[in-house]
């Protein structure tokens, strides 16, 4: 069965500080990968998604990226983190083709900017 | 994708049947209609999806209307938890195609 993982579970970093959340997926092979965040009191907001190795497509202007270095792994980065960073960053999957998408989550990031 | 409205929260009574409303008039033929919840600190967890049957599964039903302008999620005997917020998403069934959260329905179900 697959299985996806977010690391870490939470996270306290300062302002300007950089930042580097992994997420990893067992069990497939080509997914779609996706970061979110929701910050407190929101609803989800999609910040990249990835198609294949080497592919990100950002969905808004920010100060984060991420990068897909292998198959199954997604990375979100930050040079300088503000404070409007702090959220809860989640990683998600969905296969690639079949007859529907599903987007499975990881369990989260818990993200605070001080 | 289509943009969907839900109310902001509702309210259930323990082993009561939950029916959450959702308003998608802007849907397009080839649309699906997916229901996720997110209970508090948790990832979302996918529910069900439709395209215009109505469905079910071990979690819930899914009915859609004929004119597919609007769908209920019915949890039918609520548990306390199933106390999350609920996300109503319209999508195309396109591969990389991703999901757009609103801001959801917090049902709170109580004892």
């Known amino acids: 069965s697959q299985t996806i993982h977010q690391w870490p579970a939470t996270l306290v970093q300062p302002v300007g500080s950089p930042l580097s959340l992994e997420c990893t997926v067992e069990?497939?092979?080509?997914?779609?990968l996706y970061w979110y965040r929701q910050a407190a009191g929101r609803g989800l907001q999609l910040l990249f998604y990835s198609v294949g190795i080497g592919q990100i497509s950002s969905e808004v202007p920010q100060n984060l990226s991420a990068s897909r270095p292998q198959d199954r792994q997604f990375i979100l980065s930050s040079k300088k983190l503000l404070l409007s960073d702090s959220g809860f960053y989640l990683c998600a999957w969905s296969p690639l083709g079949g007859s529907y998408n599903e987007q499975f989550f990881g369990p989260g990031t818990r993200l605070t900017v001080l | 994708d289509a943009k969907t409205t839900q109310p902001t929260s509702m309210d259930c009574a323990e082993g009561r049947a939950a029916n959450l409303p959702c308003n998608h008039s802007?849907?397009?033929?080839?649309?699906?209609v997916y229901w996720y919840r997110q209970i508090h600190s948790q990832g979302p967890q996918y529910i069900i999806h439709g395209l215009k049957n109505n469905e079910t599964n071990e979690m819930a039903s899914l009915i859609i209307t004929e004119d597919r302008k609007s769908s209920t999620l019915i949890l039918p005997h609520a548990t306390l938890r199933d106390t999350a917020v609920y996300y109503c998403i319209v999508k195309q069934e396109t591969s990389g195609s991703r999901l757009t959260f609103g801001e959801g329905t917090q049902l709170t179900v109580n004892p």
């Open positions: 802007t849907i397009s033929g080839n649309e699906y």
């Open positions: 069990g497939t092979s080509n997914p779609n």
